[in-house]
């Protein structure tokens, strides 16, 4: 999908120079940058900012709106649509960071810049997010229409879900999300709102965010007489009530307040171009020593849920000193069919550059699987630089892609591996494209394996890639055993998520985390129910809610690298200015999915669902629609109009009252493919779905004679075979392609190879 969008973007760029800007213009037009028009990468036509497009189906309708040209007539039509990226005339960037999640506002203006005055099109808007990213909402306003996203509850009308289009809207890749606004005339102002969330990333101490903001240079009006101001607003509430200190900063930000625990920013100026770098900026709120602190807030009075809700805060310090653990190691890999390529390759790559990270005094083994297992070794290995270099030559024997799935056996031969583990973290990393059928068995079993007792009991780490594997499945594994769950949607980034995921499981600080005064409040819901161990990696949150007085004093209680206890008291804070609901929204909706689909509770789906419409974050259980209002109907509708229609028939009644909707299709990335992981279909791919012939045949003909007439000989054919069954449509195509063609081959040589005319 992101191939085609590319292909698109370049095919609007190349109708994009038939545009006339007059004399007041720059030297020259925005034009591609000589790298795009050299490199056939995809990437480099996908959005790197907010970005939208003209969706052109019909190539005589692109013109300059103001400065009519004379243009060549183009016969046909673009299929699939080109999209020619739109002008914008200004942007107001605003990132306010909370703890560790930042919500992103960008409010800008596109105008259609390409499309006749008296024409129309389609705009596709396109929002890359950074870290995590949630989409929030969309907001667009033009001319007397306005258009916004709205999450409803998934309902069972089917023939509403069928009416959802992929055009409509959805993730072209897991970080971008695009909106299709229908019919929008030429020359037209769009004023767009954007709303996404996405996390910080963390790494010694300090937090950063990175927002997409590298905006093309044909985004840059070529009109010289429109003023180009950027602005950015930046506030950063740590929760820590310590000193908060700015480290980088990309644009030069000026600073407005400084608090304890937050600080504020502005920037704003008269530019030649649109920003192209990226918004990046990092600060340190970290003590020297492991902190903790407990934020408390009352729910607003529409919020579905009325308990209070509490969030726990730990961040791991930056001592250097700090002991990690030993680790006890084992690498379950998925070698099954479907992972051939570039998923078991990466993988191998992700599990060399790991093993290089293991310490002398580790142990490790790997465990292969498909609907065999395949092991490294018959017991655990120390991490000597001779077994590294033995296990890395078995991955190049044996790791060879083929075979179905079945991670039940591999999995319970690890936990019985690890279960002589003392004075140390023992860890599992389970790695897979697919789902099987006996998955809540598993979750059982590991349940009623994995207690808490005087030892550290196995960690789960899961990582899933593709949409195949059932990511629910592998989050509740790892919430039952006190591990964590990452994944890789897309293809390109397998490697640098995996890497990750093993740098988290590589340094854990404080294990076996407790907070036991929560026990004693009248009623108490935490998430996730299990605390996972503090990496030093990270910050850990616990968010939740509860009825009944808090504890005046609390307390978290671990055990430290070298198995001494650590007892942190944790400071409590009421706090106002931080929207803890919104905060924790995504990390609780995914959490309570995964419970929903092992425990298949309705009531709890029910709860997901009235959470998500809440707070706008997406979950399995809600679809999301735009809603249209035309405010001009409803400004000019005549009160004789409205009287008429009570008394009259119910048919009259005026259709502006009721905002129309499209339903977007289903955005979630769903509870996983028994049948997709059985056939060993591979990530990144949909389901194989064979075009009928004649629908091939339709295309392969328009594209032939589109530009000779509207009406060719075989297009009635095409009409007859679609009535048709399979073997019929095959023999009767066939015979109709044979003799088609031979007319179309005349008409196509003539228009084609007809000279050097350019007719």
């Known amino acids: 999908m992101a191939d085609d969008f590319a292909k698109a973007v370049d095919d609007g760029l190349k109708l994009a120079k038939r545009l006339y800007y007059g004399k007041d213009r720059p030297s020259a037009p925005p034009k591609v940058p000589p790298s795009m028009e050299k490199s056939g990468s995809a990437e480099m036509y996908l959005p790197k900012s907010p970005m939208v497009y003209a969706v052109i189906v019909d190539p005589k309708i692109v013109d300059h709106p103001d400065i009519p040209s004379y243009q060549p007539h183009v016969h046909g039509r673009c299929d699939p649509p080109a999209l020619i990226p739109l002008q914008m005339n200004g942007f107001e960037l605003d990132v306010d960071c909370y703890l560790d999640t930042a919500f992103v506002r960008v409010s800008g203006s596109w105008r259609v810049h390409c499309v006749m005055g008296n024409k129309s099109c389609d705009c596709r808007i396109a929002i890359p997010m950074g870290e995590q990213g949630s989409i929030l909402g969309v907001e667009v306003e033009v001319s007397s229409k306005s258009y916004c996203t709205q999450l409803v509850a998934l309902g069972d009308n089917e023939d509403a879900q069928k009416s959802a289009r992929v055009e409509n809207g959805g993730f072209l890749k897991p ?61 950063v509430n740590a929760g820590t009530g310590t000193e908060v200190l700015c480290k980088t900063a990309s644009h030069p930000l000026k600073q407005l307040r400084r608090d304890a625990g937050k600080l504020g920013f502005s920037y704003e100026a008269e530019v030649l171009k649109w920003s192209n770098i990226d918004f990046d900026f990092s600060y340190s709120v970290s003590p020297s020593h492991i902190f903790g602190n407990v934020l408390l807030q009352s729910p607003s009075v529409d919020d579905v849920d009325q308990r209070d809700m509490f969030c726990v805060y730990l961040l791991p310090g930056t001592e250097q000193s700090q002991k990690v653990f030993r680790k006890d190691v084992i690498f379950i890999v998925d070698i099954s069919g479907s992972m051939q390529g570039k998923p078991i390759e990466d993988t191998k790559n992700a599990l060399a550059s790991a093993l290089s990270k ?24 120390m991490a000597t630089k001779e077994a590294v270099e033995r296990a890395n030559e078995w991955i190049g024997i044996n790791f060879i892609a083929g075979g179905s799935t079945n991670i039940c056996v591999p999995l319970n031969k690890a936990v019985d591996m690890l279960s002589n583990s003392c004075g140390s973290v023992p860890i599992i990393f389970l790695v897979t494209d697919g789902a099987v059928e006996d998955e809540r068995q598993i979750c059982n079993e590991m349940k009623s394996r994995l207690t808490d007792g005087e030892s550290i009991c196995p960690r789960i780490y899961t990582f899933g890639i593709g949409s195949y594997c059932n990511h629910y499945f592998l989050r509740m594994l790892a919430m039952i055993s006190r591990g964590h769950y990452d994944a890789a949607y897309d293809l390109d980034s397998i490697e640098l998520r995996m890497q990750k995921l093993f740098t988290k499981g590589f340094s854990p600080v404080l294990a076996n985390i407790t907070i036991d005064s929560l026990k004693d409040l009248d009623e108490f819901e935490m998430h996730p129910s299990r605390i996972a161990d503090l990496s030093s990696d990270s910050p850990l949150t616990v968010s939740g809610r509860y009825r009944g007085k808090f504890p005046d004093i609390l307390k978290a209680k671990g055990v430290l690298g070298d198995v001494s206890d650590l007892v942190i008291d944790l400071k409590i ?25 092992f425990s298949e509770d309705k009531r709890l789906k029910e709860k997901i669902s009235k959470m998500s419409v809440q707070t706008s974050v997406l979950s399995e259980y809600t679809r999301m629609i735009i809603l249209e209002e035309d405010e001009q109907n409803q400004v000019t509708e005549s009160p004789r109009k409205e009287k008429a229609s009570k008394k009259g028939d119910p048919q009259k009644t005026v259709d502006s009252e009721v905002p129309k909707t499209s339903l977007l299709q289903h955005l979630g990335i769903g509870f996983g493919n028994l049948t997709a992981t059985a056939e060993n279909i591979p990530p990144g791919s949909e389901a194989a779905k064979l075009l009928e012939v004649a629908e091939i045949f339709v295309k392969a003909a328009s594209n032939c004679c589109s530009s000779a007439c509207d009406k060719c000989c075989c297009m009635c054919c095409i009409q007859c075979c679609a009535k048709l069954n399979d073997q019929c449509v095959i023999v009767l195509t066939q015979l109709c392609t044979a003799l088609a063609c031979f007319g179309c081959l005349e008409c196509c040589s003539a228009l084609c190879c007809s000279g050097d005319d350019g007719q």
Do not use: C
């Not at 965010?209 to 009109?223: L, S, T, W």
């Not at 804070?573 to 689909?597: E, G, N």
């Open 175 to 235: 970080n971008i999300f695009t909106l299709t606004v229908p019919q929008i005339d030429g020359g037209s102002n769009l004023s767009i709102k954007l709303r996404w969330s996405q996390k910080l990333s963390y790494r010694d101490g300090e937090f950063f965010i990175n927002v997409p903001f590298k905006f093309p240079d044909y985004v840059n009006p070529a009109i010289k007489k429109i003023p180009k101001k950027e602005k950015m607003r930046l506030t």
């Open 573 to 597: 804070h009421h706090v106002k200015d931080i929207p803890l609901d919104r905060v924790y929204a995504k990390q609780q909706i995914d959490l309570l999915t995964a419970q929903a689909w």
């Open 358 to 381: 293991l310490d002398a005094r580790d142990s490790f083994n790997i465990i292969a699987f498909n609907g065999e297992t395949y092991l490294f070794s018959s017991s655990m290995e």
